[in-house]
T-cell receptor, first 112, second 114 residues
């Protein structure tokens, strides 16, 4: 049972444009969401998070949007840079559990 | 500030053998979680250790066991290795205090079972 889904295995975006990565979840108990970026041969690096009491959180070029009614979150990267090319994972957890449930990942490629 | 470290980087074992993977948490963190990442998949939660005890466990068989030491470092042990145990094993550390604590990951140990 895949509780967190990233339905796009890959995404290609032109440098300078906006990258939008999507994530859907099925467990309504999830109340904390995170995005991680992963380069080859490295562990996931934390990017940005959002709790269920908010619908938007920004950190520099990265913005995460949460739509609780649709059980959907998205990560916007503006402007996209070549160094953003990596695999992006969304993850979710239930308060107090600290166990992260990950999606399958989306490979983002930024073209010059 | 030292991040999460893991050893070894790579490991090759044969079916039926046992393996031990090691993790040192980020400075100031006392909670360690282990994840298994199969090729093309997202990480899957194995278990979490806090105060030297297993606090949570994912859907993994008893062949997977762990330990946390007084200095907060941790070991993951896998017995009777199967081909399907080949994966990247990730360690993550965090500090207690609620669900908003972010987990920080190490570089992982790549285990190959032949």
């Amino acid at each position: 049972d895949q509780q967190v889904k990233q339905n796009s295995p890959s995404l290609s975006v032109q440098e300078g444009r906006i990258s939008i990565l999507n994530c859907d979840y099925t467990n309504s108990m999830f109340d904390y969401f995170l995005w991680y970026k992963k380069y080859p041969a490295e562990g996931p690096t934390f990017l940005i998070s959002i709790s269920s009491i908010k619908d938007k959180n920004e950190d520099g070029r990265f913005t995460v949007f949460l739509n609780k009614s649709a059980k959907h979150l998205s990560l916007h990267i503006v402007p996209s840079q070549p160094g953003d090319s990596a695999v992006y994972f969304c993850a979710a957890s239930v308060e107090g559990a600290q166990k992260l449930v990950f999606g399958q990942g989306t490979r983002l490629t930024i073209n010059p | 500030d030292a991040g999460v470290t893991q050893s070894p980087t790579h490991l090759i074992k044969t079916r039926g053998q046992q393996v031990t993977l090691r993790c040192s948490p980020k400075s100031g963190h006392d909670t360690v979680s282990w994840y298994q990442q199969a090729l093309g998949q997202g990480p899957q939660f194995i278990f979490q250790y806090y105060e030297e005890e297993e606090r949570q466990r994912g859907n993994f068989p008893d062949r997977f066991s762990g330990h946390q030491f007084p200095n907060y470092s941790s070991e993951l042990n896998v017995n009777a290795l199967l081909l399907g145990d080949s994966a990247l094993y990730l360690c993550a550390s965090s500090s207690p205090g609620g669900y908003t604590d972010t987990q920080y990951f190490g570089p992982g140990t790549r285990l190959t079972v032949l």
